[in-house]
T-cell receptor, first 113, second 115 residues
């Protein structure tokens, strides 16, 4: 069964600093990879996805992620964070489009003014 | 508004009771997924329906059941509730798209508190 490990449960970072949220998944022949964001008292919103093709994926709100097959990683990055980026971020994986997503336990990003 | 509607938003009930959570998927989406989110377990997949039929089952307790109706809305039934069932319950929907797979659209969740 697929599994996802988000290596940091909490990441504090100063405003306008860069950030990287780490995600590793258990290997499979091929996978679809996702990052979701959850703002307080809201549902999950899709940030970006990797299905195939270019390993660098750009998403909404200035976020990007890089798929690294050899390291089975899909780390999320943003060059300069804002206070409004404070939220919980979830990495998710699916072996195919018809298989339910498996989520990591989440990383709480706190942006400090 | 994501297009996925969940009701009610909040629910407080006593141990031993039964509740029903409702989800209306985004227009055109055929799959509905139910997830339970708690502080210690994170997001746990419960069950998936596709066009009215059960497609996949995850960590769903025998006290829990679900169904998807002909109009594609879904209900999650939780019975003999225990304190540990207190959690956020999310519904998500998706549908195959030509040329790709686009992930899920989530509702805003139902917060269940069992007292």
């Amino acid at each position: 069964a697929q599994s996802v490990t988000q290596l940091d449960s909490q990441v504090p970072v100063f405003e306008e600093a860069p950030v990287e949220l780490r995600c590793n998944y258990s290997s499979s022949v091929s996978v679809y990879l996702f990052w979701y964001v959850q703002y307080p008292n809201q549902g999950l919103q899709l940030l970006l996805k990797y299905l195939s093709g270019s390993t660098l994926v750009k998403g909404i709100n200035g976020f990007e992620a890089e798929f690294n097959k050899s390291q089975t990683s899909f780390h999320l990055r943003k060059p300069s964070v804002h206070i409004s980026d404070t939220a919980e971020y979830f990495c998710a994986v699916s072996p195919s489009g018809n298989t339910p997503l498996v989520f990591g336990k989440g990383t709480r990003l706190s942006v400090i003014a | 508004d994501s297009g996925v509607t969940q009701t009610p938003k909040h629910l407080i009930t006593a141990t031993g009771q039964r509740v029903t959570l409702r989800c209306s998927p985004r227009s055109g989406d055929l799959s509905v997924y139910w997830y339970q989110q708690s502080l210690d377990q994170g997001l746990q997949f419960l069950i998936q329906y596709y066009n009215g039929e059960e497609r996949a089952k995850g960590n769903i307790l025998e006290r829990f059941s679900a169904q998807q109706f002909p109009d594609l809305h879904s209900e999650l039934n939780l019975s003999s509730l225990e304190l540990g069932d207190s959690a956020l319950y999310f519904c998500a929907s998706s549908s195959p798209r030509r040329g790709g797979y686009y992930g899920y659209t989530f509702g805003s969740g139902t917060r269940l508190t069992v007292v």
